[in-house]
């Protein structure tokens, strides 16, 4: 070889965008894994059940605050002695109350969050295999092995059913 001149080298195929580092088979750590594999679809149901969860909560602060003024206004109707003291005591327990319920909110919308994620991942992760199955089947024009999805994921009765429709296919035209 010539001074100054490098030696072609064998270029790694493409990787497919949706391959992982790790082997086949191989589940990654649970903090590596990737949660949200079709966004728009997940975050609209986080986004959903958070809103669901903020409006429940909301409606309660409401009748809280309503039950609070309620009993201030009986206090003020029966003109007790003490009546300064306990609408103090009503006024410091409704602020209590309701630093409680945001903190609770916050928890709830959080655990809701989470769990909606992981929930659609479930649901999402079927619907991207299967896009990526008919892909396949449309670039190549080639009926690409069986479909399966992940233990655990919803929809398991699809793969079943489409391999069989596949199955017979490839029978009605090989004949």
């Given at each position: 070889m010539q001074a100054g001149k490098v030696a072609p080298t064998k270029s790694a195929p493409p990787q497919d965008s949706n391959a992982s580092a790790t082997p086949v088979g191989v589940r990654p750590p649970w903090y590596k894994r990737k949660y949200l594999v079709y966004p728009r679809f997940q975050m609209t149901l986080i986004l959903l059940n958070s809103a669901v969860?903020?409006?429940?909560?909301?409606?309660?602060a409401l009748l809280v605050v309503r039950s609070h003024l309620y009993?201030?206004?009986l206090v003020k109707q029966t003109r007790l002695?003490?009546?300064?003291?306990?609408?103090?005591?009503?006024?410091?327990?409704?602020?209590?109350?309701?630093?409680?319920?945001?903190?609770?909110?916050?928890?709830?919308?959080?655990?809701?969050?989470?769990?909606?994620?992981?929930?659609?991942h479930?649901?999402?992760?079927p619907m991207i295999k299967l896009r990526?199955?008919?892909?396949?089947?449309?670039?190549?024009?080639?009926?690409?092995?069986?479909?399966?999805?992940r233990?655990?994921?919803?929809?398991?009765?699809?793969?079943?059913?489409?391999?069989?429709?596949?199955?017979?296919?490839?029978?009605?035209?090989?004949?």
């Open positions: 969860t903020v409006v429940l909560f909301g409606f309660t009993l201030e206004n002695p003490a009546q300064n003291l306990f609408t103090e005591l009503l006024t410091q327990q409704l602020r209590n109350l309701l630093v409680y319920m945001s903190i609770a909110v916050g928890v709830a919308v959080f655990i809701t969050g989470i769990s909606t994620l992981l929930l659609s479930k649901m999402a992760g990526n199955f008919f892909n396949r089947i449309a670039k190549t024009g080639e009926f690409p092995d069986n479909l399966s999805f233990d655990g994921d919803f929809f398991q009765d699809l793969p079943p059913t489409i391999n069989q429709a596949f199955t017979t296919l490839k029978k009605k035209w090989l004949r």
